[in-house]
């Protein structure tokens, strides 16, 4: 098994060096992305000028760690030769930078509609050409751009403390 991972240009391991492996943290640097970013307001700025506006940014102390992903690849042949396989394989992408026989799988999405009068019975369609559906059960429901900016609700990202009450007005029961 080893003699066979060599020749792929992977590393092999016991599980002990697995096991001691994950005793070691991989460290990213990530670049902060607010949770929150808005005003936080005191006072009921519509009816009242006293009121206090402070611009705030949130930031996550932490994260959700997930494993790093794998990129897939496959072997660079001549794909018009008859007897060209392709095989995925699973590295970094430092290995396909290095010049080696390696070639990125690149997705590439399509749109097709049907058209009894095409060869295939489809059409390829522009995604600008579309219009947006969502599922209603197992009835898709065609909503028109003009539709959706009258229910689309428009609002600031805002916290507002409009008043502040006695703590002996207030009774917490059930507590």
């Known amino acids: ?5 060599e020749k792929c ?3 092999f391991g016991t599980l002990a060096e697995a096991v001691d492996q994950t005793d070691i943290p991989r460290v990213k640097d990530t670049r902060p992305t607010p949770s929150y970013r ?3 307001t ?8 006293a009121t206090l506006t402070i611009d705030v940014e949130r930031y996550p102390c932490t994260m959700i760690a997930r494993p790093p992903t794998a990129s897939r690849f496959v072997v ?4 018009g030769a008859p007897e060209a396989t392709q095989s995925s394989v699973t590295m970094g992408d ?9 070639a990125a799988v690149r997705n590439q999405r399509v749109y097709q509609v049907d058209d009894p009068d095409e060869p ?6 522009e995604p600008d050409d579309l219009e947006r559906g969502y599922e209603y059960g197992r ?13 689309d609700f428009v609002s600031q990202p805002g916290l507002e403390i409009i008043g502040f009450v006695d703590q002996q007005q207030v009774s917490f029961t059930g507590l």
């Not at 098994?1 to 991972?5: D, N, Y």
């Not at 009835?139 to 229910?151: K, L, M, P, Y």
């Open 42 to 49: 005191l006072g009921n700025s519509v009816n009242y000028e």
């Open 9 to 11: 240009d992977g590393s």
């Open 94 to 102: 430092d290995d396909l930078n290095a010049g080696g026989p390696l």
């Open 76 to 79: 660079k042949e001549d794909m």
């Open 139 to 151: 009835t898709a429901v065609h909503i028109s751009e003009s539709d959706r900016t009258v229910i």
């Open 120 to 125: 295939g019975g489809k059409i390829n369609v």
């Open 38 to 40: 808005g005003t936080l």
């Open 1 to 5: 098994m080893k003699e066979f991972v």
